[in-house]
């Protein structure tokens, strides 16, 4: 599937600044044979001093901006062409008992080895909850992509989507106890009740394409930055993406963005600010799909 995307993120501030440094995490990753970037470009208002482009750690795209003129408001805009297949998963996945085995014995190293997602990280500590949670699915010799699914379902049965009981600082133990939350909160809670029990798991950001109902107009800037888990099932299998928030593995109506071990390894912006009064953010997001014969075009337009 070929996509347009526009992704706009605004801060107005109560009182004038007159500085700032930026950490945008916002441009999605080019990944063979699932996600092809055919252009990508970011712009910002004001006009930053300084500005550099780097790949972090887990091989997400950042880029870091500095202003020093005073202004009453920062704003940040993706637009981008991608092309998005429906990833392929391998129906090699270890059961349970194996993968502990062959975790003990890996030894690589690499951005994406799975040792860098079994313990705790800064948003998520791996608490008696969930691991009671997970207990409740993880038959004997059961395979890691069913233990997945299953855990999923779970979490998608007992929670409820609900945007005003958490923020994007709530400790996932925090939205678990009380069942509800958003994309957010229901990626890293399950991300935690699968490395309770050994299976390695991170935090994936990204956009998703929402349909409008039957016979209504798609509304502009009404699709949504969006979360999901990836989980290692063995050595076969590699990496699987589930969205727990859905209830669904991940296909192509989902562009990825960045992933690391929670949300503070991919928060689509950083930084610091000098300010006296407050500030308040907007965002705006539109996933638009196209026809192939426009890919062309659409490249030329955007790189020019």
Not at 113 to 137: A, C, D, W, Y
Request: net charge negative; with cysteine.
């Amino acid at each position: 599937m070929l996509y347009d995307i526009r992704l706009k993120l605004s801060h107005q501030y109560t009182e004038t600044i007159t500085g700032g440094r930026h950490r945008l995490c916002i441009e999605p990753l080019e990944l063979p044979e699932v996600q092809n970037i055919l252009a990508s470009k970011i712009s910002s208002h004001p006009e930053p001093t300084e500005k550099s482009e780097y790949f972090d750690f887990f091989g997400n795209r950042a880029h870091e901006l500095s202003f020093e003129g005073i202004h009453e408001e920062t704003s940040f805009e993706l637009t981008a062409h991608v092309q998005r297949e429906v990833p392929k998963i391998k129906n090699f996945s270890a059961n349970i008992d194996e993968l502990q085995n062959v975790l003990a014995n890996f030894s690589e190293v690499s951005s994406l080895s799975p040792q860098h997602f079994m313990g705790n990280s800064e948003r998520i500590i791996l608490l008696k909850t969930f691991k009671e949670f997970s207990l409740r699915f993880a038959q004997t010799k059961i395979y890691v992509l069913d233990l997945v699914q299953k855990i999923g379902e779970g979490l998608f049965d007992e929670m409820s989507f609900d945007a005003s009981v958490t923020s994007a600082e709530t400790p996932p133990e925090e939205a678990f106890a009380l069942r509800k939350g958003v994309c957010q909160d229901y990626s890293q809670i399950m991300i935690a009740c699968l490395r309770s029990i050994g299976i390695p798991a991170g935090y994936v950001s990204g956009l998703i394409r929402t349909t409008p109902p039957r016979g209504k107009p798609r509304l502009e800037g009404a699709d949504a930055m969006h979360a999901w888990v990836m989980v290692w099932c063995g050595p076969h299998c590699g990496w699987v993406e589930f969205d727990p928030t859905n209830n669904q593995f991940v296909g192509d109506e989902y562009i990825l963005i960045a992933r690391g071990r929670d949300y503070a390894d991919v928060a689509p912006i950083k930084g610091v600010l000098r300010l006296s009064g407050n500030q308040s953010c907007t965002q705006a997001v539109d996933v638009i799909p196209l026809g192939e014969s426009t890919q062309d075009q659409l490249s030329n337009s955007l790189n020019t």
